[in-house]
């Protein structure tokens, strides 16, 4: 006979560990105890050696699928009178363990809840410890149900039973309910029948808009085949042309709307259940619902969803909020706020706690490609080679995200959203504490951009603590340098929209060598001049005038008038080298528009008109202080002047970005440092993997990011990165 006391730290808590591990004892005849603490589970486990062995050897392949086990710590004890194996209450202390993400429900939860012999049937509530909420409802840790938002729902008899018995699915499940003691649906409208649900299935099948209360936060929704009341939607929430994500019952449903890959399916039903942007099978087709060739489809994800789906197939889910504030979580709250846009409503009275959008992502080459990492991914940590402990990065400004480090975690924010609003940066500050409280956080190195309006900036120097400040594009570069666990020097491609650059001017189309420590500009593209500033980001017909002034070939945009006085502006206007600029101002230059509706609108709408071709534009460059720029004059005249259909030219100028990016890449990286992809531009897929397969052609090694966004999201994990070498 041997005793062991086993340490397990990972992911270990509100994924039904303990259960499984009373069940692998009474498999192997083993006696012993175990409970949570603040830093995992620990076990003592005591019996005969080879049992022992076997259940050890069984531990890591048989534990539950959403647990992670980081470490396992062995260690011989004396033995003990033991006679039976028990679970041990969760003993309070330091908070240092990991918290489960929300889950979809799993397959035996939706079986049950939709058969009518079951006790649960139509249940719209249902979970087990393989499936349902958790950081959502989390308030603190260790995660037991007093410190959740289902403390305030006392368990009926059967219920308990469930939870105290461990054969049982619900054996310490902490949000289990049933419709006798648990949450409950309410109506808010104008249809009578008794039932929540069926008037809201009424609602929705008469093409009205149903606000609809789910996991991390309130839905709208309404009838996904129904144009009317797509238009309505969109016209209540000043939401003209961004397009909007489809809810599909099953799998066969969304192969009705967008053509899926094997891997793009994967995704969906992952029990993440994240948006993921697909490709329309028709281009032309569901305009109402995304004006580009692309749409972004997800699965129901919360047990209420499913019942929704029983009945309406294809449901339009858009975050209900007010222009540019965080999505709704509160009852009250979107009651007020929401009056005039939703119809309806359908409510409950679980509380979020935590409030966390859907994830959005699309597939590359059969990994996730984020485009926004939240819910079903947060607030499961990265991994760091190295001690990060005390490590804030607040991130950059639009697609605010902090990364806040602890031990080797780097725990990165849910989607916050563009720091704008008060109420935007309140949810920020928010879920800091909440990260702070829950993973015992603290702070003793902030990290910041370098730009210096930047909320997060001003934050960051308010806070009295020693402060690092990032150059924008080393940020993005570090950030795809760490997730790729590159430690040596990199050759940086950066194609984004807007950064803050280490000579005060506008940066945004970079080639950087560097490491985590260093870097240097060897690369850019010549400079736009923005004609009244940061107006020109909206009225993109400005930037289109400014190009062609700048390329001897100027195009009548604006009336004469205006025209003229824009003219006056050039010689005194901001110079910007973003790329998102460049696409902005080429597709207001071929196709006339004056105006884009909302931030990389125009970029996404000429990737999506592009016709196929192989032609591109002649390419130019220029040396200025040892930086080699690409001069777009030549891409501009030819483009003004040549009679060639729009489609076709959209084309052509990705495929002459792609070009000037190989030609860049060969003068400016000869050694064949790795080359690491970066920045919101890389969005756009037909430049990503053109750019990916060339070089990788040319047999560099070429890095991109899967773990977290490109776009400014993923900012705060690269500023993360250079500090924890800088300090
Ligand atoms: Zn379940
Ligand atoms: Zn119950
Ligand atoms: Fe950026």
């Known amino acids: 006979m041997i005793h062991l006391k086993i340490r397990i730290q990972g992911i270990v808590q509100g994924v039904g560990f303990r259960p499984f591990l009373h069940r692998l004892a009474k498999a192997h005849h083993i006696s012993g105890t175990a409970y949570n603490d603040s830093k995992g589970v620990i076990l003592h486990i005591q019996g005969h050696k080879e049992d022992v062995q076997d259940f050890l050897k069984e531990l890591p392949q048989k534990a539950p699928c959403h647990s992670k086990i980081e470490s396992i710590d062995t260690t011989k004890q004396p033995l003990e009178n033991w006679n039976s194996f028990t679970i041990q209450e969760s003993k309070s202390g330091i908070h240092q363990t990991l918290i489960s993400p929300d889950m979809a429900p799993c397959q035996d939860c939706v079986n049950e809840m939709l058969d009518p012999k079951n006790r649960r049937f139509g249940y719209p509530f249902i979970n087990c410890t393989n499936c349902g909420p958790r950081y959502t409802i989390v308030k603190d840790i260790p995660y037991d149900r007093k410190n959740t938002t289902m403390k305030e729902f006392t368990m009926c008899s059967l219920c308990q039973q469930e939870y105290e ?48 209360k789910g996991i991390g936060g309130i839905h709208l929704a309404c009838d996904a085949r129904d144009p009317k009341a797509i238009l309505r939607l969109r016209k209540r929430k000043h939401r003209e042309t961004k397009p909007l994500a489809v809810m599909v019952k099953d799998i066969d449903t969304a192969k009705e709307f967008v053509q899926l890959s094997v891997d793009e399916e994967k995704l969906l039903i992952s029990t993440q259940r994240p948006i993921v942007l697909c490709a329309k099978k028709n281009k032309e087709a569901y305009k109402e619902l995304s004006e580009n060739k692309n749409l972004g489809i997800l699965l129901p994800y919360s047990p209420l969803h499913i019942l929704l789906m029983e009945k309406m197939d294809a449901l339009v889910m858009t975050s209900a909020n007010l222009s540019d504030a965080p999505v709704l979580i509160d009852n009250n709250e979107a009651l007020e706020d929401l009056k005039h846009i939703a119809d309806s409503f359908l409510l409950h009275n679980r509380t979020i706690e935590n409030r966390c959008d859907d994830s959005l992502l699309r597939n590359f080459q059969g990994k996730p490609y984020f485009i926004r990492r939240s819910r079903g991914y947060v607030p499961i940590p990265l991994s760091s080679k190295t001690d990060i402990t005390g490590i804030l990065a607040l991130g950059a400004h639009q697609k605010g995200s902090f990364a806040w480090g602890k031990d080797h975690y780097v725990f990165l924010s849910p989607y916050i959203g563009d720091l704008e609003t008060i109420e935007t940066f309140n949810h920020y500050k928010k879920a800091l504490h909440t990260y702070q409280r829950l993973f015992d956080l603290e702070a003793r190195q902030i990290v910041c951009d370098l730009h210096p309006d930047y909320t997060t900036t001003r934050f960051a120097k308010s806070l009295s603590l020693p402060l690092i400040q990032v150059q924008h594009h080393h940020a993005h570069m570090a950030s795809c340098m760490m997730e790729n666990n590159l430690d040596e020097l990199c050759f940086g491609i950066l194609f984004d929209g807007t950064g803050f650059g280490s000579d005060h001017t506008i940066w945004g189309s970079e080639f950087l060598i560097g490491d985590y ?21 909206h009225e993109i017909g400005r930037i289109a005038l400014a190009l062609s002034i700048e390329s001897n070939c100027e195009i009548p945009i604006f009336e004469t008038g205006k025209q003229k006085i824009l003219k006056q502006m050039l010689s005194k206007s901001i110079q910007t080298s973003g790329m998102g600029r460049l696409f902005d101002g080429f597709y207001a230059l071929i196709t006339h528009t004056k105006a884009q509706d909302y931030d990389g609108q125009a970029p996404v709408l000429l990737e999506s008109m592009a016709a196929t071709t192989t032609e591109s534009y002649p390419l130019c460059f220029y040396e200025e202080n040892n930086i080699r720029f690409f001069d777009w004059s030549e891409m501009i005249h030819y483009a003004v002047t040549e009679t060639k259909a729009p489609e076709i030219q959209a084309a052509k100028m990705m495929n002459t970005i792609i070009e000037m990016t190989i030609d860049q890449t060969l003068h400016l990286n000869p050694k064949h440092l790795p080359i690491v992809l970066s920045g919101g531009c890389f969005q756009n897929q037909y430049l990503l993997k053109e750019i990916v397969h060339r070089l990788q052609e040319l047999q560099y090694r070429v890095y991109w990011h899967t773990q977290v966004s490109c776009n400014d999201e993923g900012i705060a994990l690269g500023q993360l990165a250079i500090a924890q070498k800088r300090m």
């Not at 260093?518 to 980001?537: C, E, M, T, Y």
């Open 165 to 212: 018995d461990l054969q049982d699915r619900r054996y310490h499940a902490q949000p289990n309910a049933c419709a006798n003691c648990g949450p409950t649906l309410f109506y808010q409208g104008e249809q009578k029948k008794g039932d929540p649900l069926e008037n809201a299935i009424q609602d929705l099948k008469e093409g009205k808009i149903v606000a609809i």
């Open 517 to 537: 420590t260093n870097f240097k500009r060897v690369g850019s593209i010549k400079q736009i001049p923005l004609l009244g500033g940061d107006k020109a980001i």
